[in-house]
């Protein structure tokens, strides 16, 4: 039995997934600071038990890139129970460098008292120990939760390593901020609109896919991922790798927005 739930945390209203597999469960992203990350776990935890098993499940994580808001939660979760972080080598190498430089953003910007000071004070507190599953040309990297295989494949284009997490018998695929809903995908100095749009390409060569998880938003359909790649691929070509402001888009129909929420999928 397989359970997969997003919950979003603010500030920024980013997902973070729990995929619960008859051995183990993988949490993608740990959100944006020990704030979200304790019940994320807590909540992983507890659906473990719900679906019930021969003994307690260990909790993965996968950092889908070295944005704050998906990675500042990952040392909490790590001090929560979480037995194993994997991300692209890219943030394994550069982790150190963003926490710093990313935790000097967040401290000048404008964010919530509450929030600011349930983050640490040094950038080295926000660091994990990671192992890199990029995987060699041609191939993929596969971790099995227990009648629930993973792929992790590593992109890039909305920052400068995009891990995407793909559950191939499910029609699930998490796909960090390579698709955003509802706000617009936000394109900075680390992105790559022709590598994003090979990217989403890549999303939707993926024949079972039916559902994806944005970094932000509820979650969308292929229609939606095709809209956003003609969006980008027509930024492209008018303005090339520049940052550029790329138009939101929203899922039609009610979708409960509030947060935080927990969206059960499986
Ligand atoms: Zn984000």
């Known amino acids: 039995m397989t359970r997969v739930s997003i919950l979003s945390f603010d500030p920024a209203a980013v997902n973070c997934g729990i995929i619960v597999g008859t051995d183990r469960s993988l949490l993608v992203d740990a959100g944006p600071g020990p704030a979200a990350a304790a019940p994320l776990v807590e909540r992983a935890g507890r659906l ?27 040392a909490a979760a790590v001090s929560a129970g979480v037995t194993a972080v994997y991300a692209s080598s890219s943030f394994a190498a550069d982790q150190d460098a963003t926490a710093w430089i990313a935790l000097d953003g967040v401290a000048d910007g404008d964010f919530p008292d509450e929030y600011r000071s349930s983050l640490p004070t040094d950038p080295g507190d926000l660091i994990v120990d990671v192992s890199p599953v990029d995987p060699t040309p041609g191939d993929v990297w596969h971790l099995d939760l227990g009648d629930c295989p993973v792929e992790f494949h590593v992109l890039g284009g909305h920052s400068t390593a995009d891990l995407v997490v793909r559950l191939p018998e499910l029609g699930i695929v998490f796909t960090g901020d390579l698709v955003e809903e509802a706000d617009a995908p936000q394109a900075g100095a680390d992105a790559s609109l022709s590598e994003w749009a090979s990217s989403l390409h890549t999303l939707l060569s993926f024949p079972e896919a039916r559902t994806f998880v944005p970094g932000h938003g509820v979650p969308v359909d292929r229609d939606f991922v095709s809209r956003q790649l003609a969006d980008i691929e027509g930024m492209r070509v008018d303005q090339g790798d520049a940052e550029v402001a790329l138009p939101a888009r929203s899922m039609p129909g009610d979708h409960d927005r509030t947060i935080p929420r927990e969206h059960r999928l499986v």
């Open 48 to 74: 473990g038990e719900e679906i019930g098993g021969s003994r307690p499940r260990a909790i993965e994580l996968a950092i889908t890139h070295d944005h704050w808001d998906h990675f500042f939660g990952a």
